[in-house]
């Protein structure tokens, strides 16, 4: 599918909250941070909800199940079933089923989501290569998942079994910094037996495809806060994301951003639902203006001027920098212009 090269975030007339009528939603670094909510989240939720708005909460988090995730997110104040939580143990489990027969075994390497995804499926988890599977799943288990469990999936997929991972992050945040992830878990089964896995988790396609199926959507929303996931999904699903800043990017890996991980609005937090988005228009020779910025292309650096609100500030240094970019990674230098909006 072709897709058009982004130079600009767009501007919204509506609030995004009536514009769309599904939000999928990441939820580390956008609905909580450390277990906690992060600041105006439960308020912006309840009343994207209150206005008609469906919330689904997308994870790549293989570990937790449905029931567990909802239940967290109704203990922080956001009333939450179990049928609002999608997770990548759901989407490669529909992908498993898909390619071997129903009541085949399947090698689990990971937590009870797995499992309980792997069942809804009509699949059998087991846990040796010794047991008969017709494939092998791999899946977030969590700091205590014995190495020997890497050993009995290498053996598997030696054997020639199908071999899948709910997702590949290489990190995961924990309460004391950052931990490695699925994604670290799979490259020592790659590098073991030299085989590649088909995985289903964000970015990619069976992970979107597993929110529209089962929240219906029509006009859906992303919404989180890494470029990599959340807006390469968005992109590769051909949907609009919304980037929030109260995660792990930074306005100078924004302005960086290749088409792929260039998102259609850009705010601050949550509460960027619940209104329009301003336009960022063009002026001059190569010049942008949002809210009271000003932003030029310069041989080297991107030169901002005006005042006003900081966010107008990034979304106009963003249109000039991904326009100078194209097709590629901005290497102009914005250092000064973010700090003189203080991001």
Same mark, same amino acid.
């Given at each position: ?17 009536? +514009?769309?009528? &599904?939000? $999928?939603?990441?939820?580390? *670094?956008?609905?909580? /941070?450390? %277990?906690?909510?992060? #600041?105006?989240? !439960? ?121 899948? +991972?709910?997702? &590949?992050? $290489?990190?995961?945040?924990? *309460?004391?910094?950052? /931990?490695? %992830?699925?994604?670290? #878990?799979?490259? !020592? ?135 100078? /970019? ?18």
């Amino acid at each position: 599918m072709s897709r058009s090269v982004r130079t600009r975030p767009e501007g919204s007339g509506q609030a995004l909250s009536e +514009a769309y009528d &599904t939000a $999928l939603l990441d939820l580390d *670094g956008v609905v909580y /941070a450390g %277990g906690s909510a992060i #600041a105006y989240a !439960v308020e912006s939720l309840a009343e994207a909800r209150a206005g008609g708005m469906r919330l689904a909460y997308v994870t790549n988090n293989a570990l937790r199940t449905p029931d567990t995730v909802a239940a967290h997110l109704t203990e922080l104040g956001i009333p939450t079933g179990a049928d609002d939580v999608i997770t990548s143990a759901q989407a490669v489990a529909r992908l498993i089923s898909e390619q071997v027969p129903r009541g085949a075994r399947v090698l689990v390497i990971g937590g009870e989501g797995l499992r309980v995804a792997l069942r809804e499926r009509g699949l059998v988890p087991v846990e040796s290569a010794d047991d008969d599977p017709a494939a092998v799943v791999q899946g977030f288990g969590g700091p205590e998942l014995p190495w020997g469990r890497f050993a009995e999936a290498s053996y598997a997929v030696a054997r020639g079994m199908p071999w899948f +991972a709910s997702n &590949t992050d $290489l990190t995961i945040p924990s *309460g004391r910094g950052i /931990a490695p %992830g699925n994604g670290a #878990a799979v490259e !020592v089964v790659r590098i073991a037996t030299g085989a590649e896995p088909q995985v289903a988790g964000k970015p990619l396609p069976p992970m979107h495809r597993e929110t529209i199926l089962r929240t219906g959507a029509k006009r859906p929303l992303v919404v989180g806060d890494r470029l990599d996931t959340d807006i390469e999904g968005a992109f590769n699903g051909d949907v609009d994301s919304l980037l929030v800043l109260t995660g792990v990017t930074d306005g100078a890996r924004l302005l960086a951003a290749p088409p792929h991980h260039r998102p259609t609005y850009v705010d601050a937090d949550l509460r960027g639902m619940l209104s329009g988005q301003p336009d960022v228009d063009a002026v001059g020779d190569g010049g942008f203006r949002c809210g009271g910025w000003t932003v030029t292309a310069g041989a080297e650096v991107l030169e901002l001027d005006g005042d006003g609100e900081a966010l107008d500030g990034l979304r106009a240094l963003c249109a000039a920098a991904w326009t100078a /970019a194209g097709e590629g990674a901005c290497e102009l230098d914005g250092g000064k212009a973010l700090a003189k909006l203080g991001l």
